[in-house]
C-alpha cells in the first residue's frame, strides 16, 4: 500500500500539505507522497502523532528550538517514528536580534546554514519511508528547506515562490488561536500575529539571492554546508519520476 493511498484524510495540522506535487523544468514530476510539511502540532499533538503515522510517515524533522518543543509534550512519541530534532536556530531563537522577516532569513543563511544542510539530509535518508518536516508555523524554516529542496530538484522558481506563500493563505484564526492560546487576544501585538503567518514570496527571492551569491546556486549551498552528492542522489532518486 503507498503512501497515497493511505493519506484518505490528512493529519489534524495546520498548513499540512506536501512538499512535492509538481512538475519539473525537464517535465518530469516531483511525487506528492513521500515528504510533508506542516506546522507544529499544537491541539492535542497525541491524536496528531496518530494520524501521521497512519498517513505512511514514519521520520519526522523537527525544526523547532528546545523552548517551542516544551509546548506540545507528548508530540511524536510513537515506537514507528524516527524523529529527527534539528533546532535551526540551535536553540538561540529568541536571543536574535532582528526586526523582519527578512532579517530572520537573512539569518538562516549566513548563521545556520549547516543546520538547514543537516535538516535536508535527514529528509533524504528517509525519504523513501515518508517524512514530515516541520517547525512552528510550517512557514519559515520550514518553508526555506521545502524551497532549497524544490530548487535542488529542478522545479521553477514561480512554482516554488507560489507554493511558498501559500503559507498565508493557510494559517488563519485557527492557527493563531491555537498559537495564542491562553493569551488575551487584544494584548497581542499585531506586528506578532503578523509574523507568525506572513510568507509574502519576496522573502523568499530575498533568501534565494542570498544563497546565489554566496555560492551560486542551492545545490552549492548545500553541499558546502554539509549535504553530501550521495544524499542529493538519494533525495532525487525517493522523490523524481518521469
Known sequence: ?????????????????????????????????????SAAPMREPGVATTDVVGSGVRTIVDLRDSGERARTPGAWQHDELTVHHIPVFDDQLRDLPFDTLDELYGHMVDSFAGQLASAVTAIAQGASRGVLLHCTAGKDRTGVISALMLDVLDVDRATILDDFSASQRLLGADYLADLFAGHDPASIPGIAAHKATASPPELLISMFARVEHQHGSSAAFLQANGVTDADLERLATALVVS
Open 1 to 37: 500500500m503507498t503512501m497515497t493511498e493511505t493519506l484518505v484524510t490528512p493529519p489534524a495540522l495546520h498548513n499540512f500539505r506536501p512538499v512535492g506535487g509538481f512538475t519539473t523544468r525537464d517535465g518530469r514530476h516531483v511525487r506528492g507522497d513521500r515528504v510533508f510539511r
